[in-house]
């Protein structure tokens, strides 16, 4: 119930106000053609309330209702009966007919599509018939110069508050698409890549090196007996240090070198070009800040890494080989004691003049 009404009220703020504009830019266009034909005083009464009051009340219905977009349907539909009513009123005058009705129709197909236009045309053929059964259903083709004048405001200034709300939608929209994809990319408990996201990632800076002829390296990183942390100390404590091992690896790294989660307690980050060296710096630095990582309340539990490395090479016939090579370092480090950083056994181990020692 909730969520529809929240829709409904954002649907009623986004009419009201081309519909304050429209209408209140519409009186004077209705006006000006009903002025030379000594209309009865009731009927001004009845176009003062259309063109100042009933914006207003209008948004009081459609904001207060248990629908607020049912609501503001209909208060839609009474606009176009209304237009269709003046329309007879002032007995057809084309140019200001044109204005009016097309105006309208335009708002309901802005705000409601083909249903609501269908829906809209057939109030304003009941709003003829009723302006027409009280006054008669007379045609008067002339057109005075105060009459042009009084159409020009709402041909310009409705049409601009209309595209207004329209080109806010479309950035509200876009913002929410932007969204959702980086939902849909983001690992909900770390907030680093996904399993696929990152995957995708790979595969572009794949690409990139073999373009680029750069040596990016591929990091994989294994939180050592995490499936004991979680029987031992319990699953949110297990989530504790994901979290704290994803709030490292976010702070060592910049956008352009995003880390993902791989798995359970598998990370993966690509480090761009750079000596090999400085790679397994870093994850010292990574490793050793697990290490030393307490949690509050279980100050005994120890947090180690097994890292494999594996350095762009032009022989990896796709992603999946540079991957592999990772894997198979991450292998090594798990089976030679843990709590280590591997390199491939593909990886020349001699580094170029910037090279930095561990």
């Given at each position: 119930?909730?969520?529809?009404?929240?829709?409904?009220?954002?649907?009623?703020?986004?009419?009201?106000?081309?519909?304050?504009?429209?209408?209140?830019?519409?009186?004077?266009?209705?006006?000006?053609?009903?002025?030379?034909?000594?209309?009865?005083?009731?009927?001004?009464?009845?176009?003062?309330?259309?063109?100042?009051?009933?914006?207003?009340?209008?948004?009081?219905?459609?904001?207060?209702?248990t629908f607020p977009y049912r609501a503001e349907?209909?208060?839609?539909?009474?606009?176009?009966?209304?237009?269709?009513?003046?329309?007879?009123?002032?007995?057809?005058?084309?140019?200001?007919?044109?204005?009016?009705?097309?105006?309208?129709?335009?708002?309901?197909?802005?705000a409601g599509g083909r249903r609501l236009f269908?829906?809209?045309?057939?109030?304003?053929?009941?709003?003829?018939?009723?302006?027409?059964?009280?006054?008669?259903?007379?045609?008067?083709?002339?057109?005075?110069?105060?009459?042009?004048?009084?159409?020009?405001?709402?041909?310009?200034?409705?049409?601009?508050?209309?595209?207004?709300?329209?080109?806010?939608?479309?950035?509200?929209?876009?913002?929410?698409?932007?969204?959702?994809?980086?939902?849909?990319?983001?690992?909900?408990?770390?907030?680093?890549?996904?399993?696929?996201?990152?995957?995708?990632?790979?595969?572009?800076?794949?690409?990139?090196?073999?373009?680029?002829?750069?040596?990016?390296?591929?990091?994989?990183?294994?939180?050592?007996?995490?499936?004991?942390?979680?029987?031992?100390?319990?699953?949110?404590?297990?989530?504790?240090?994901?979290?704290?091992?994803?709030?490292?690896?976010?702070?060592?790294?910049?956008?352009?070198?995003?880390?993902?989660?791989?798995?359970?307690?598998?990370?993966?980050?690509?480090?761009?070009?750079?000596?090999?060296?400085?790679?397994?710096?870093?994850?010292?630095?990574?490793?050793?800040?697990?290490?030393?990582?307490?949690?509050?309340?279980?100050?005994?539990?120890?947090?180690?890494?097994?890292?494999?490395?594996?350095?762009?090479?032009?022989?990896?016939?796709?992603?999946?080989?540079?991957?592999?090579?990772?894997?198979?370092?991450?292998?090594?480090?798990?089976?030679?004691?843990?709590?280590?950083?591997?390199?491939?056994?593909?990886?020349?181990?001699?580094?170029?003049?910037?090279?930095?020692?561990?």
């Amino acid at each position: 119930m909730e969520n529809p009404r929240g829709k409904g009220l954002s649907f009623a703020r986004r009419i009201y106000l081309p519909r304050t504009i429209g209408l209140g830019v519409g009186f004077f266009s209705v006006a000006a053609a009903l002025y030379p034909l000594n209309m009865p005083a009731w009927l001004w009464a009845l176009l003062v309330f259309n063109g100042f009051v009933w914006p207003h009340l209008a948004y009081q219905v459609s904001t207060r209702a248990t629908f607020p977009y049912r609501a503001e349907r209909r208060n839609l539909l009474y606009d176009s009966l209304c237009g269709g009513f003046w329309t007879a009123c002032f007995q057809f005058n084309p140019l200001t007919s044109v204005t009016i009705l097309s105006m309208m129709t335009m708002n309901n197909v802005a705000a409601g599509g083909r249903r609501l236009f269908l829906l809209g045309a057939v109030a304003q053929c009941v709003g003829v018939l009723l302006g027409g059964s009280i006054f008669g259903f007379k045609f008067s083709p002339t057109m005075t110069q105060i009459e042009a004048w009084a159409c020009l405001p709402m041909l310009t200034l409705y049409p601009l508050a209309l595209g207004m709300v329209c080109y806010q939608l479309a950035i509200k929209l876009a913002q929410h698409k932007r969204t959702l994809r980086d939902l849909s990319r983001t690992d909900s408990l770390t907030g680093l890549l996904n399993h696929g996201a990152w995957k995708d990632q790979l595969h572009a800076r794949f690409e990139l090196c073999r373009q680029n002829h750069t040596q990016d390296i591929l990091a994989l990183i294994d939180v050592d007996h995490f499936k004991s942390i979680n029987d031992n100390y319990g699953h949110i404590i297990g989530d504790a240090v994901l979290s704290q091992l994803s709030g490292e690896l976010k702070g060592m790294v910049s956008k352009s070198e995003r880390a993902g989660r791989y798995g359970g307690d598998e990370f993966c980050l690509i480090l761009p070009d750079q000596p090999l060296k400085k790679a397994e710096l870093q994850m010292e630095r990574l490793r050793q800040a697990l290490d030393q990582y307490r949690h509050p309340d279980v100050p005994e539990l120890r947090v180690s890494l097994s890292i494999g490395l594996a350095r762009f090479q032009p022989s990896y016939r796709d992603a999946l080989a540079w991957l592999d090579d990772a894997d198979k370092a991450l292998y090594t480090a798990k089976h030679t004691g843990r709590n280590t950083i591997s390199v491939a056994l593909s990886q020349p181990r001699t580094d170029d003049a910037n090279s930095i020692s561990l």
